[in-house]
């Protein structure tokens, strides 16, 4: 019982963590502070993961359009996700680190698909499905290079800040945010600003770290554009009563 609980606290706590909470009853050690604040965010984070984007796939169901969406904005986040995991699976960065990267691949892929297909390219959208499931599995039993998945996770900052502009600029453009999810544009914000930490925290990296900075960043402008067009009128609704009354 006391090894199992033991392999229990070290899903959250180091070995050192461990000797300073239970053997020295040191509580205020900063550095095992820091540390288990992380892994738990990060367990936080992934858990969250799980549902982050339930919300954007069950309204793009139910309303089956996907209207105020950019679809280039999201397969440029879905290359976003998929490279950062990749590169971080490869690199043997802690799972609590990068794990709910997993989850909001596989929905945002979902998204993707959706998206394609209520614009009326069911056909590209299975095809683009089979072509990157076949790079994710080249991606994560190391059949592509290294360097090149470094490459992918360096390009990520620039990827990262062009899809959320370019949906920035869609709801700009539309007067209003369309199908997006508030629940979902507000839990990426917070998990991505979780993940500043986390990431200086288990990883170091400075690519990650700068990543996330700019995610929060962008994330934050969709997050406050939603809160802006909240009962805002759609510019081309707006449009069609105008022609309606003259």
């Given amino acids: ?132 499931l076949a790079v994710t599995y080249a991606a994560m039993r190391e059949l592509i290079p290294v360097n090149i998945l470094w490459s992918c996770q360096a390009m990520n900052i620039p990827i990262i800040l062009i899809s959320k502009l370019m949906q920035a600029y869609t709801n700009y453009s539309n007067g209003s945010t369309g199908q997006l999810s508030a629940a979902t544009c507000f839990m990426l914000f917070f998990g991505s600003l979780a993940r500043i930490f986390t990431s200086i925290q288990e990883t170091g990296d400075k690519t990650m770290i700068l990543m996330y900075i700019c995610s929060t960043s962008a994330n934050a402008v969709i997050a406050g554009q939603l809160l802006y067009y909240w009962h805002a009128i759609p510019k081309k609704s707006l449009t069609k009563e105008s022609k309606k009354s003259q």
Avoid at 23 to 50: P, Q, V
């Fill in 1 to 132: 019982m006391t090894k199992f609980l033991r392999q229990a606290a070290l899903f959250l706590l180091t070995e050192n963590c461990l000797e300073q909470y239970f053997e020295k009853y040191d509580f205020l050690h900063g550095e095992c502070f820091k540390s288990t604040l992380s892994k738990a965010l990060g367990i936080a984070i992934i858990s969250g993961s799980l549902l982050v984007k339930v919300p954007q796939v069950a309204k793009l169901l139910q309303n089956k359009s996907s209207k105020g969406i950019n679809v280039y904005s999201v397969l440029l986040d879905l290359f976003a996700i998929t490279s950062m995991v990749s590169y971080s699976f490869i690199s043997g960065f802690p799972f609590s680190s990068w794990g709910d990267g997993i989850f909001l691949g596989l929905q945002t892929l979902a998204i993707a698909v959706l998206v394609m297909h209520y614009s009326g390219n069911s056909n590209q959208a299975a095809a683009f499905f089979g072509v990157y």
